[in-house]
Structures are given as C-alpha cells and as structure tokens.
C-alpha cells in the first residue's frame, strides 16, 4: 500500500514516518523549488506536479490526483495547510477512487462556514461568545443583553468590519452614549446604522482540545493544548496540558469538544479552540478538520500517535485506545522555528540553511523539514520545523527548552530561535501567566538582539581570528558564500557584498 | 608559525580595549589584553569550528570569521554574539572606499505586494521609521529607514506587485524632523 502526502517540509516527513511505522510506502510531490527537499529525498516514490507557486503545484487538485494515479497511491494525506481542508479535494480525492485521510467533506464543510458553524454549535450545546443575534433597536435593549452576558461588552456595526462602529462599553450609564456615537459611525461608514453587541471577552487564552476519533463512530478527546502564545494571531509556541486548565476544566472543555465532534459527526483527527476567560468559561472558536501544526506537544504529553491514527481511522480501523486507556503523563512544549529575522522586525529570511545543528538529549524532540544545505524558498510558509521538548512537569519542561535552544544552531538564514531564547527567561512566560495579546505587547515593550559578548568571548573571538595565520577573507568562510539568493540580492544592489542584513537595519 | 595580530574591541558600557594575540606553537596563544597576559589552549576542530581553553579552564567553542569593513561576526555554541571587534588595519583600509551620503534607493528584498505606503515624498523620517508594508511569505514586512532621512520619491502604491530589487522608496540621508 502507499500513501501519498500533498504537501512539503517537516509535516511531509512526519507524516512519512508514521507509514514507515505502519508499513506503508510512501510518495512524495513535489514543485521545482523543491526537487532537492528532504521530503522528496527521503520518500519511496517521488512524482513533480509543476513550477514552484503553489497555485500550480501543493494547490492543483488535477495534478496531485494525476500524481497519484502514476505513483500508485491508495491514500492521500493532505497535511496542513495548502488543500488540508478543502471539501472539494477530499471530494475529488474519493472520485478517483483514492482514499482521503482526513475527515469527511460533510464535516469539512459544515466546520468550514464559520457564521452557520456557530449556529450548529449553539444547537448542540456548545458555549459560543453570547451575543445579540439581532441589531438593538435602542439602548435599553442592549442594557438588558450586558445585565444577562456581564460588562464589558462589545458593540459592533453589523454592516461593518475594519473598526469603524465598534465601541467597548464597560458601564450601563455609558450605554446611551455609546450607542448613538457607534450608529452614527456605522451609518457614516457603511450606510447601514444596525448595532449588535457581543461579550467581551479580556485576556482570553487560546485554548484548544485535540479529538481523535474513526469511522465507527468512536470519539475521543485527547487533551487540551493551550496556545496563546501568539504574534498577530499566529501561533508561535504551545504546550500541554495548559497552565490554565485543571480537572474541573478540563472535563467541561472535553465534554464540549466531543459534542462539536459528535454534531458533525466527526471520524478523524482534528482540534476544537475555545477561547478561555480567567473565570473558567470558554466559547467555541472553531473546529480545525486537519492535523493541526502543534500535534506533537498532545502525543509526547498523552502517548498517543495521532498521523498513524488517523491513517488507520481512514482504512477503518478503529482507534487503537478508548478515553480510559489515556492518562496525562508530564508536561510538553513547542516552538515553532521559522526563517524570520526575530531580531529584525519577523521579516522574511529566505536563503540556504548552511549550518543546522539540531538540539539532542533527554525529551527533546525535533520536527524539521530541512537539512543542513536545503534552500529555503520564499514562495512557501517560511517554517523550517518544530522543537518539542518534554519534561515530568512544566518547569522540567522549560529547563530542557532552554538547554536545547542553547545547542540550536542554524547559520544562513536568521531564525526566530532569538524570541524563544529571550522568552524562556521571562517571568511571565515561566509562570504561565500570559493570554492571547500577550507576546505582541511583550514584543511591542522591547527590542530581540544579539547577546553581547563577555570577555572571554572576546578572547576567544581574537584568537579564533589569529590562528589560522591569516584571517579567513571575507567571502570565503562557511557563513559568507554567497548563496543564490544573496547572490540575486547583490546583483540588484540591495545587500551591499559582505553585509549581513542590507537596507533592512 | 609566529603570528602576531592586534584587535580592537568595543567593551559593552566601556573603554574599548586592545587585545594583542600572539600564536606560540600549533596549540597555544598568548594574548594581552589592558588588564593582564595569559596563555590560552585552542584546537581546530574538524567542522572548522575553534576551542579555545582559557587559563581558568573555561572552554568556548565557536567560529568567528571578518566581515570586509574590518568587523567580526562570532558564533558561540549556537548563538550569534553582538561584539565590537575589529581589526584596525583593515578598518583603516576599508575607510577610503566608504561611499558619502547620496541618495538611497529602499528595494524590496523579496517579490511581494505592497499593502501600504506610509510616507509621501518629503517626509523627514527617523532610522527605523516604516516606509512601506510589504506582504510576502504569506507575512506582512514592514519596510524601514536604516537612517534618518528625507523621502525623495515614492516609487510604488499599494495594491502593487513587486519583484525583487524593485525601487519602493528614494530617500536622500539627512536629520529628521
């Protein structure tokens, strides 16, 4: 039997190695940027779908299913991202006879519609963020919508978007005022004065649980992960369990989770996000029908693999554990590792990864996609792979973090490991207490840099320079040959020759 | 394999300070430094990398490799340094080839789709004033001002594609306002 994966870098591999587990073959595609990737590399069969943008490769149905006719696939993982949750493809998936591991399109599509995924939430019992459904004809209607859902709320232009018409009101005597101002700013922006309010929620933490679950009608939760280590909405790190969350908690999240599964009668993995307040209640974010990014923090905290899974859930099989075989064992964290320049704004660095030396030792885990010499190309998401660590708790945890960040090397292209070496250091972060605007206000309060040398650094520094007889010329080192990007970049004058950061300072 | 080198370097909060590094043999260096002498061990190690052994006993293993204008770049363990170190001659040497203050062309350095123009020709910005978002690798980047400056030009408008090395931005050097 073999499996083919339509995607590229580190979820391509992982998802690789759970067939290797089970005794699949396994069937890479790829675009020409990446003909020389690990994934393509490291696969049984490879088969090319087209020129590097994505639209005419990891997104073109006709060629993927074109791939895998030629290859011989009887399943195809889409991973993350790219068509992971497209109705259509897992539809045109099992047209051509090809067996989709994933959900079904059913379910993608009910999960997929975010306003209508609400409503069947709402019907199925699951806690959204309450909210008027209809516009308020005056104050007083929404006075009586804070008295039942409490201050502060949130009123909002129901034509709207982009602010305008959106006020925070924390006091019933500010009401009147503040709802003719945000009608008169809907009317003015939109031409449309309609006002409806939601609960504000404060400092929420993103928390979401993990269901497994298979064609016949099992379903389990697997543990919550909390992720609301976030920049400009993207999850930057997560962990299980979360700090937030105890037994109480856990057990309402899990019983709200299994009845979002149950509701679209959910027969795979996939992952329920709730935002969580400090007072305990949460609300239904929405339901991802994919292996979610962060999966491996669920499997090194609850023993389980959830790729093979859902590989076997998709041949229908049933899970391999029921909810009582299941038991929290530790504490898991992961960073997400990205070619962006941490110290320099998050801007994209593409380019060649010409050093990599990868963490090792005790609960350390690397999920990466690259090898030392693998080109980084900019036309796909810049992450280069996922550091888990593991520990007995979250402090042993956060001990192995630091240490493996401190043997992380990548040289060629700048990383975002500066953020998560400053971050293990912070109080808050250590101490758990943190919410989903959290890391845009701590990066907004200081600048990530370099380290400065001490002294004996210096020495060395002056004495690695002096032993070779000559210094290295720069141009010639390991860290200074042009790349082909750097090279492009020279040519049009954007990064003077030997410059490590060009205009960009 | 008598080498004898000077370095300046840039002490965090201090006096910069002259070290002098002198290779004794094939596995010892001395290097004097304001304060003190002392003798250190290194060894080449096959990736190219250095371990040096100070007198304390204290171990460092890394690289460090020249930059063209007479700076060093040091990696330790897997950290990149910020450290002022520099060789005075080469320093010395680069200076006749430094270009003077003419107008600057701010490219993008990866294709992408302008999403917004912050500036409009005459400005006085500061260095790391945002000139210009640029959207690529599905990322919004802000583009900025290395240093303080005036715009010249605006050389885009938002909602355009841009390939690599397209001119967003001239600006002229100069104080902001």
Redesign the interface.
């Known amino acids: 039997m073999r499996l083919l994966v339509a995607n590229r870098g580190e979820i391509a591999l992982r998802i690789f190695r759970a067939c290797r587990d089970l005794g699949i073959e396994t069937v890479a595609v790829y675009s020409d940027a990446d003909r020389a990737a690990p994934h393509v590399t490291k696969a049984d069969y490879a088969i090319r779908l087209g020129p590097a943008p994505s639209t005419e490769s990891y997104l073109s149905v006709p060629a993927i299913l074109e791939a895998a006719r030629k290859a011989g696939a009887a399943l195809v993982h889409p991973g993350y991202g790219f068509l992971a949750e497209s109705a259509a493809f897992a539809r045109a998936c099992a047209a051509a006879g090809l067996t989709f591991v994933g959900p079904s399109p059913e379910a993608i599509d009910a999960m997929g519609m975010k306003t209508s995924s609400r409503a069947l939430m709402e019907k199925a019992g699951v806690p959204v963020v309450p909210g008027t459904t209809q516009p308020a004809r005056d104050a007083a209607e929404l006075e009586e919508f804070a008295r039942r859902a409490g201050f502060p709320i949130l009123l909002k232009a129901a034509a709207g978007g982009g602010g305008k018409g959106m006020r925070r009101v924390d006091r019933a005597e500010d009401l009147p005022n503040a709802f003719a101002r945000a009608r008169a700013e809907a009317e003015a922006s939109f031409g449309d004065g309609a006002i409806y309010a939601e609960k504000l929620l404060e400092r929420p933490r993103h928390v979401e649980v993990q269901i497994a679950a298979d064609r016949r009608g099992n379903r389990v939760a697997v543990g919550e992960r909390e992720c609301s280590i976030q920049r ?1 909405y993207q999850k930057v790190v997560e962990e299980c369990p979360s700090p937030a969350v105890g037994p109480e908690v856990r057990a309402r999240l899990f019983t709200a989770a299994l009845a979002a599964a149950d509701a679209v009668a959910y027969d795979s993995c996939g992952t329920v996000e709730f935002l969580l307040a400090a007072d305990g209640s949460f609300y239904f974010l929405e339901m991802n029908t994919r292996l979610q990014v962060e999966h491996p923090v669920t499997e090194e905290v609850w023993g389980v693999d959830l790729v093979t899974e859902m590989i076997r859930a998709a041949l229908g099989e049933p899970l391999s554990f029921g909810p009582d075989q299941l038991a929290l064992r530790g504490h898991a964290i992961e960073c997400r590792v990205y070619a ?1 320049d941490a110290t320099r ?4 660095s ?1 380019g060649v990864v010409e050093r990599l ?1 990868l963490p090792e030792g005790p609960g350390v885990r690397n999920d990466v996609g690259i090898e030392a010499g693998s080109a980084v190309p ?1 036309d ?3 992450m280069l792979g996922k550091l888990v660590v593991a520990g007995r708790d979250r402090a042993q945890a956060i001990a192995r973090l630091s240490r493996a ?5 990548i ?1 060629g292209v700048e990383t975002t ?1 500066p953020l998560f ?1 400053e971050l293990v250091l912070d109080e808050d972060f250590r101490a758990g207490l943190f919410h989903t605007q959290w890391l845009d206000g701590w990066l907004a309060s200081r600048g990530l ?5 001490t ?13 070779d ?1 000559s ?5 010639t ?4 040959r042009p790349t082909r990007w750097r090279d ?2 020279r040519r ?3 990064r003077p ?4 950061s ?4 | 394999m008598k080498a004898r080198r000077r370095f300046r370097w840039g002490r965090p909060g201090g006096e910069p300070a002259e070290l002098v590094v002198e290779i004794r043999d094939a596995t010892r260096a001395s290097v004097k430094t304001p304060d003190a002498e002392l003798l250190a061990d290194f060894a080449r190690l096959p990736d190219g990398r250095q371990s040096v052994i100070l007198p304390s006993g204290r171990q460092v293993t890394g690289r460090t490799t020249l930059r063209c204008e007479g700076r060093a770049e040091t990696w330790v363990g897997a950290r990149r340094l910020a450290i002022r170190l520099s060789d005075p001659l080469r320093e010395l040497a680069g200076e006749g080839s430094r270009v003077n203050s003419v107008a600057a062309e701010v490219r993008a350095q990866i294709p992408g789709r302008v999403v917004e123009v912050r500036v409009v020709p005459g400005d006085r910005v500061c260095a790391g004033a945002t000139l210009v978002v640029l959207e690529a690798m599905k990322m919004q980047n802000e583009i900025r001002a290395e240093s303080d400056a005036r715009v010249v030009a605006v050389e885009c408008s938002a909602g355009q594609a841009v390939d690599t090395g397209a001119i967003l931005v001239r600006l002229e050097p100069g104080p902001a306002e």
């Open positions: 400009r962006e704004g998050f801007s994209p593409p030396r900019i796909y998401d810049p960040l401190e043997e992380y090397e040289g490991l070496r840099s370099d380290r400065d040398a002294e004996e650094e210096a020495l060395f520094a002056a004495i690695s320079l002096s032993v007889g210094a290295p010329l720069a141009g080192s390991v860290a200074d492009t970049a049009e004058g954007l020759a030997g410059g490590r060009g205009l960009r300072r």
